[in-house]
């Protein structure tokens, strides 16, 4: 005689199967979640700093980044003729902020001036409508060196005021007088 043991109908052996597999699962996530690197810490301005991409109105950021193009070209046309080039020069050639066009008019309709810093030459604009935009200043580094070519990377600060700033364009002087300087930084929330 011949026994053969029937198991009876289940899923007993396949549920097994089905919470290993969903255990190791959860467990290689775990794992992985734990391993990954903490993101790095933002960055901190300082206190005499503001972010353009944050902190800026966007009458302000459209300002900030026509005086970057501009401070670029400006830098050009002293490296070219050796003289900065007159506010009214730039707009005559329809180079903004400097034109006045309706933009600049809705833009706070600043008054730009050019002044020698000893070091370099600025570009003060003065706002008409500080609600709008703050007083801007546009600061090119080595100008009137031999040695030196100006530096392209011009530095702006802002004061939410229809103010000029201090006689001396240093940084120092500026963020006593209460000037922000604008800066940009790079993170992963920003480009997302």
Partial sequence: MHHQIVRRAGAERETAWVLLASAAIL????????????????????????????????????LHADLKVAGAE?????????????????AAQALPPFAPDASATARGGHAWTLTDTGHGVAYVGVSTAPELAGSLVLVLENHGTDHAAPSEDAQIWLKRAAEAPPTALDGKALAAAGWKQVTATFTAGVTR
């Fill in 74 to 90: 400006i830098a050009a046309l002293l490296r070219e003729t050796g003289a900065a080039p007159e506010p009214a020069e730039l």
């Fill in 27 to 62: 467990a290689c996530a775990v794992a992985a979640v734990g391993l990954r690197p903490a993101p790095p810490p933002e960055p901190v301005a300082a206190a005499h700093q503001i972010d353009s991409r944050t902190a800026l109105t966007s009458a302000e950021q459209g």
